[in-house]
């Protein structure tokens, strides 16, 4: 029966109607359970999973259990046409040696490089076709060009004495806009051959790149010595420079000749659904739960990420990389629609695939998103949450935002989870650049990245169900859904460290 007055008196409480009770909050964290969690990494990382390679029919299975777990919950899909599912194109291509060629010209004398005895192919994001431009031999490491004039580099051919030692400088180098990158290797003989053997192969391109230029080369010290020393330069000098500097080969042009050829095309599957937040404006803002749900196949050419097989076991499940992460994202969004009423924001639950080969879902969502990427206010990444220790979370980006005393403030306000949230404990293993987060981070977007480190069984069989801690996991993923709820209720979204902006947003 319709009681007016009674339904007036609750609309003049306030708040009455426009925020969770601390019952309710608790209720839905403790929908996340040791018996839930156990049970979906069990389905995930099956050995009839075969350790969800990118691409792969059991990929796609994986996808399809995600999005009908997402449907069972009423998220509204975010994915292609109307679908939970969002895929993005990938292609098998394979270098032709026998039709690509190189040479400098200038200089002493023109001097001719040979693929596979002087040079290899170590990007194939390039179309088959001429590549030339004056040369340049840049020293020290690429983080001094942060202050350093590289206008005058686009266009050219850059032998690098020190590469980019991550993605995020490799980026950078790659926005200076140059015809082509080499970088150079003192590699001995046996290691060379190793390395041009497996080029030959059949390689997937990373969906996430643009086709095009730059090409980028790897060149062995003995070949290119002599292409600088007419100019003074020496490479052994070079690679041990401390300081940033880039030198012009007067008179100098490497021209390359590449060809490729396209062997198959296929794509790949991330999987997306939303749930709507209750405030009229700021359920146009978004926290994004994020995961990667692919691992690196089975043992042998097939697989990939070292994975070897141990006695009659090929198959490396990937139980606690990631499937611990995916299923963090669904007991996550199976906690946030028990909520009455929902958060303010809404949220994203997101599991894509092909992390392994190089963060290719994230990058292609990062680029294709349902929403517009500035209405995303926090991205809370979860990968490799199912072992090591008991009461410990590294919880990565802390100090690049707010985010981090957000996350030490909910943290303490929840002891019975026992759980204490610690900084990258691992600076040098540069784990900032090597999991999905980071093509948020780079999108401007804050990030929080939830990681319990690796262990021996990394990207090797051992990798199984019956070694998660799901008891460690559920309290994890509880104290994720407490700090997602805090964000998405907030009156203000996340602020970025001013200096961490610099760094790795603009690049400055």
Not at 75 to 94: E, M, W
Not at 455 to 464: A, E, I, K, L, T
Request: charged share 20%; hydrophobic share 40%.
């Amino acid at each position: 029966m319709h009681h007016p007055l009674r339904l007036l008196a609750l609309l003049l409480l306030p708040g009455a109607l426009t925020a969770q009770t601390p019952a309710t909050v608790q209720r839905a964290a403790q929908s996340i359970t040791p018996e839930d969690i156990r049970r979906r990494i069990g389905i995930i990382a099956d050995d009839s999973m075969r350790g969800r390679d990118t691409p792969s029919p059991e990929l796609d299975k994986v996808a399809t259990y995600i999005a009908g777990e997402f449907r069972r919950l009423g998220l509204k899909p975010g994915g292609d046409s109307g679908t939970f599912v969002q895929r993005y194109a990938i292609n098998r291509v394979q270098f032709v040696p026998e039709s690509s060629a190189a040479f400098v010209h200038g200089g002493a004398s023109d001097v001719s490089l040979t693929y596979g005895k002087d040079y290899l192919f170590i990007d194939n994001a390039f179309e088959s076709g001429d590549y030339a431009g004056d040369l340049v031999l840049l020293s020290g490491p690429v983080a001094g060009a942060l202050t350093a004039d590289t206008a005058a580099l686009a266009g050219k051919m850059l032998i690098f004495a020190t590469g980019p030692r991550n993605r995020a400088e490799r980026q950078r180098v790659i926005a200076w806009k140059p015809a082509g990158i080499v970088l150079i290797t003192p590699a001995p003989d046996s290691v060379w051959a190793t390395i041009a053997a497996r080029n030959s192969r059949v390689q997937l391109r990373d969906p996430g790149r643009q086709v095009g230029p730059p090409i980028i080369l790897a060149a062995r010290v003995s070949s290119l010595q002599p292409v600088v020393t007419p100019f003074g330069a020496d490479l052994a000098a070079a690679q041990s420079a401390t300081a940033f500097e880039a030198r012009p080969l007067t008179g100098a042009q490497l021209h390359v000749h590449g060809r490729i050829r396209a062997v198959e095309r296929n794509s790949a599957p991330n999987v997306v659904g939303i749930l709507e937040g209750s405030d009229p404006r700021l359920k146009n803002e978004y926290v994004v739960y994020s995961a990667h749900m692919d691992h690196v196949g089975v043992a042998g050419p097939a697989g990939s990420g070292g994975c070897r097989a141990q006695g009659a076991d090929s198959i490396c499940n990937g139980a606690d990389d990631d499937g611990s992460g995916t299923v963090a994202v669904i007991e996550a969004a199976e906690a946030f629609v028990a909520l009455t009423p929902r958060p303010k924001r809404s949220i994203i639950f997101l599991t894509v695939s092909g992390e392994e080969k190089g963060l290719w879902g994230s990058a292609y969502f990062a680029e294709h998103p349902p929403v517009p990427i500035a209405s995303i206010v926090a991205d809370l990444n979860i990968d490799m949450v199912g072992r090591n220790w008991k009461d410990t979370v590294v919880v990565i980006g802390k100090e690049h935002s707010d985010l981090g005393a957000t996350l030490n403030r909910v943290a303490a306000a929840h002891p019975e989870l026992h759980m204490r949230p610690i900084d990258d404990i691992w600076p040098q293993e540069n784990f900032y650049f090597r999991s999905d987060h980071f093509n948020f981070a780079r999108k401007g977007v804050p990030i929080l990245f939830f990681f319990s480190g690796t262990h021996p069984d990394y990207h090797q069989p051992g990798d199984s169900p019956d070694k998660i801690d799901a008891e460690k996991e559920a309290r994890i993923v509880r104290l994720a859904f407490y700090l997602g709820l805090d964000v998405a209720n907030s009156a203000e979204r996340p602020k970025w460290n001013p200096d961490s902006y610099k760094r790795i947003v603009t690049g400055n």
